[in-house]
T-cell receptor
């Protein structure tokens, strides 16, 4: 019973590098989201998707890209990493518009 | 816009003490309300939820009642254990649920001492 799977768990990047955080869910959920968690800030929404082929920006989208080619996968791309993107990233999925979200284990990213 | 405000910690309690973590919200209509828990090094897990006014959500000894008159959803537990040490988040659906994601409070860190 995998649920939401994120890879990698840890990553260190140099400023200016790019990378993709992977997220996959096996629950056939239409809704998927990416959040970042920073101390004292709670979770802030980066991008979200309401179905395959449909994505939109959240509260803090700058410096990130997403795509949703399948229901299962929702990768997050960092285009040119900056130290301000040092954070813990969580992917989540949901089966309904106002339903609870299911979270992955997170990716701890450090940009040096 | 919609928002969630919860008491900021950290909160430190002795084992078997009573716990209250306050959460108030601002929203259009009467959205579902959630409490999530994050144990050290892990992702968020749903702790409990309530889908309409006066509902009481409960799980693992924790309870929260959806009170529309005070727009609150306070988390309570009668006797905490060391294993309850975690960060707790109050949440509600973004824009009435149109986006399928959640607005979170800033989290309250609970430490329980033996």
């Amino acid at each position: 019973n995998a649920g939401v799977t994120q890879t990698p768990k840890f990553q260190v990047l140099k400023t200016g590098q790019s990378m993709t955080l992977q997220c996959a869910q096996d629950m056939n959920h239409e809704y998927m989201s990416w959040y970042r968690q920073d101390p004292g800030m709670g979770l802030r929404l980066i991008h979200y998707s309401v179905g395959a082929g449909i994505t939109d920006q959240g509260e803090v989208p700058n410096g990130y890209n997403v795509s949703r080619s399948t229901t299962e996968d929702f990768p997050l791309r960092l285009l040119s990493a900056a130290p301000s993107q040092t954070s813990v990233y969580f992917c989540a999925s949901s089966y309904g518009r106002a339903a609870e979200a299911f979270f992955g284990q997170g990716t701890r990213l450090t940009v040096v | 816009g919609d928002s969630v405000t919860q008491m900021e910690g950290p909160v430190t309690l002795s084992e078997e003490a009573f716990l209250t973590i306050n959460c108030t919200y601002t929203a259009t209509g009467y959205p579902s309300l959630f409490w999530y828990v994050q144990y050290p090094g892990e992702g968020l897990q749903l702790l409990l939820k309530a889908t309409k006014a006066d509902d009481k959500g409960s799980n693992k000894g924790f309870e929260a009642t959806y009170r529309k008159e005070t727009t609150s959803f306070h988390l309570e537990k009668g006797s905490v254990q060391v294993s309850d040490s975690a960060v707790y988040f109050c949440a509600l659906p973004f824009y009435g649920g149109s986006q399928g994601n959640l607005i979170f409070g800033k989290g309250t860190k609970l430490s329980v001492k033996p």
